[in-house]
């Protein structure tokens, strides 16, 4: 049974950087073609895709962001990390992990945790 | 970048309905979109991948088509227990992108 979980603050000031860790269980990102995305939604808006870390540590990254996202994983920790420099309150969203495995994108996902940027 | 519109954004429908929620890409994806059904304070339930194909332990009362650039989920013989978010996502390319979602109450 595959899970995830989101964890980290819920509260962090302007020009802040995020850390989000998404502890996960039933699977291994050290598995050919698993992957684990990060993927967030402000409140009353729109879902947008984030990062994605693949089992092979290739990584990719939503353009818009590239510049202020790391995304890293310790396999032995079944634990992906995300970061996010220079918080701003528009960053203000609930935020998602979740599983890729080939051709599954996204198959299963975590609750999210809810992260408010104010000062 | 390919945009995704879905719409409507808000249906209301009665058990026992059919519904129809669309997803327009803005270029050709083949059959690289996802449905997705999201409850709150829950996760998201993946019910339809590769356009058509439904996932496993998902009720065949959900359905999904389309080809290229135009896509639809549907839900025939609705019920209480559907009223929920429903998004679209494409994989084709990156970056990855999702429909702006629709929001489906049962009367």
């Known amino acids: 049974q595959i899970t995830l979980k989101e964890s980290g603050p819920t509260l962090v000031k302007p020009t802040q950087t995020l850390t989000l860790t998404c502890t996960f269980s039933?699977?291994?990102?050290?598995?050919?073609?698993?992957?684990v995305g990060w993927i967030r939604q402000p409140p009353g808006k729109a879902l947008e895709w984030l990062a994605l870390i693949y089992w092979d540590d290739d990584k990719r990254y939503s353009p818009s962001l590239k510049s202020r996202l790391t995304i890293t994983k310790d396999t032995s920790k079944n634990q992906v990390v995300l970061t996010m420099t220079n918080m701003d309150p528009v960053d203000t969203a609930t935020y998602y992990c979740a599983h890729t495995w080939e051709l599954l994108i996204f198959d299963y996902w975590g609750q999210g945790t809810l992260v408010t940027v104010s000062s | 970048e390919t945009t995704l519109t879905q719409s409507p954004a808000f249906m209301s429908a009665t058990p026992g309905d059919k519904v129809n929620i669309s997803c327009k890409a803005s270029q050709d994806i083949d059959d690289d979109m996802n449905w997705y059904q999201q409850k709150p304070g829950e996760a998201a339930i993946f019910i339809i991948q590769?356009?058509?194909t439904l996932v496993p332990g998902i009720p065949p009362r959900f359905s999904g088509s389309g080809y290229g650039t135009d896509f639809t989920l549907t839900i025939n013989n609705i019920e209480s227990e559907d009223a929920a978010y429903y998004f679209c996502?494409?994989?084709?390319?990156?970056?990855?992108?999702f429909g702006q979602g629709t929001k489906l109450e049962i009367k």
């Open positions: 039933g699977f291994s990102l050290s598995t050919s073609g698993v992957g």
């Open positions: 590769e356009a058509t």
């Open positions: 996502l494409q994989h084709d390319n990156f970056p990855l992108t």
